[in-house]
């Protein structure tokens, strides 16, 4: 289609302007509309007429679509690399803490003992399940699209996958009116950054309550703290916020993509300009979000002490009781319930916690238990004892750190 001769003279010029670009020498010009005009009108400068060979069988709509989807797929691996950091920095805290007991939370109350390790692996599954959403993605932006050209393909013999092959695609797009029309993998990757932005802002909410006065389970370092203006004594969790209020932007620039497709017939329309505005936008705020994260994590502790000792609070091992009447006096679940609801009102009246009820009080209510139920009331048994798959027993969650390290 075009001569050796001017590929060459091209591809010279191409190079000679990347260089001009790369070092903050290219002029551009607004009267020349895009990026496209701005360097093919370039080309003209440098190599003369054989400057208009450049755009044959190809349009602005198929080059566009492939430069975003190139940008978006190198984009998409970066938010991985970044996920991963994130992932081993709760690994290294949940290995440090598999004993540190703490009360597990149903609506903000205390529900069952847990290990700190434990509780916040949960978050590792949650940023995996982050990674492999993006990294499902890289299949659909694994479609070239270079070649449809406007919208109806191009009458030159042209090799699609020649040129998909050479700028790392995977496949062809197979219509080409979708093609230039298609922004599902825009919405695709806003969905989860908004879906990880979430997942963000629930750790970080979880942070800055366990972070409370009335809480106090984690110390937060000066690092990761500021001053207020007024109150000498404050140490505010403000990066922890900014991570809870930059999910809304996320979530904004999910929804105005849909809006803008939401009315598009088939094909190319201005409207879908705004699309690249909004994907770098959610992009950046992500990747601000997980490095202050990363940062946080490095920078807290636990209050191992206060968390034994709310744990200790709120009856937390009622549940065990009941577990252990059924296992070992043949109650149903429903009588071992009840019988344990009589226990714990009556520890609440004696103003006592489950463990510091004797064996002759518990026998008052139930004959039948013997001294061996005490061992019940004990954290580490009761943590021990959720030995199921993803339970909270210690085995568990070291056999998981290990799952994960090898990953």
Known sequence: IISFKIKNKIIYGLNKIEREIINNKFEYHVKYEDIHMNIEKRLFQIIGEEAGYVHTARSRNDQVITDFKMWTTTATKEINKNLDNIIKTILKISEKNIETIMPGFTHLKNAQAVSFGHYMMAYVEMFTRDKKRFFNNLDNLSECPLGVAALT???????????????????????????????????????SVSVCSMHISRIAEELIIWNSDGFNIINLSDKVVTGSSIMPQKKNPDLLEFLRGKTGPTYGNLFSMLTILKGLPLSYFKDLQDDKEILFKSNEILLNCITILNEVLKNLKPNKQKMLELANSGFITATDLADYLVKNHSMSFREAYQTTATIVNFAEKKKKKLNELNIEELKKIEPKLTIDVLKVFNLKNSVNSKKSYGGTSFDNIKKMIMKYKKV
């Not at 998909?164 to 993998?185: E, M, P």
């Open 153 to 191: 393909g191009t009458p030159f013999n042209i090799d699609r996958n020649y040129t998909a092959k050479k700028l790392g695609f995977k496949k062809l797009t197979n219509n080409s009116i979708d093609t230039v029309a298609d922004r599902d993998f825009v919405l695709d990757f806003l969905y």
